[in-house]
């Protein structure tokens, strides 16, 4: 197997937010489009049939599953494209201090460019940022 398809970047945010409160906010799929303009697109997610969908996201319609909710600060979500095939994305938010760390595991699929797996460290990294900004921001959402 080429080991390409294996190569995995971690990208993270530090926010100046406790880690309960980026979770409890992150974690609501709802709020996706607020800040993962990558997976959500600017449209909405909306709960259809059991299952979180964006139907305008980049990728198209896509159906978004999160882990259970937990005290670990797990996000890992699995993102079923409109091929079918079903992505996994590990993300953790860590407790740093008075703040958190956002840390998303972005792995290179089979077949992927190169240019292609640099877009997408770039769309998540843009996507965390935002997640930082609207965190601590002095109108930032509630943990919910």
Known sequence: MNSAA???RHLA???????????????????L???????????SVERMDGRWVATSSPLGRVEIAFA????????DHDVTLPSGETV?????????GAGSEVVF????RPGMSD????RDAD???????????????TGAPPAR
Request: aromatic share 6%; hydrophobic share 40%; no cysteine.
């Open 115 to 118: 240019a292609d797996f640099q």
């Open 88 to 96: 996994h994305n590990p993300v953790r938010v860590l407790a740093d």
């Open 105 to 108: 595991t972005l792995r290179r």
């Open 68 to 75: 259970p909710d937990n005290d670990l600060g797990v996000l």
């Open 6 to 8: 294996w190569e995995s």
């Open 33 to 43: 489009p607020e800040w993962a303009h990558g997976l959500g697109g600017t449209g």
């Open 13 to 31: 945010v530090r926010v100046d937010r406790p880690a309960e409160d980026v979770y409890a906010y992150a974690s609501q799929p709802a709020n």
């Open 123 to 137: 769309t998540v990294a843009a996507d965390l940022d935002r997640l930082k900004r609207l965190m601590e921001s």
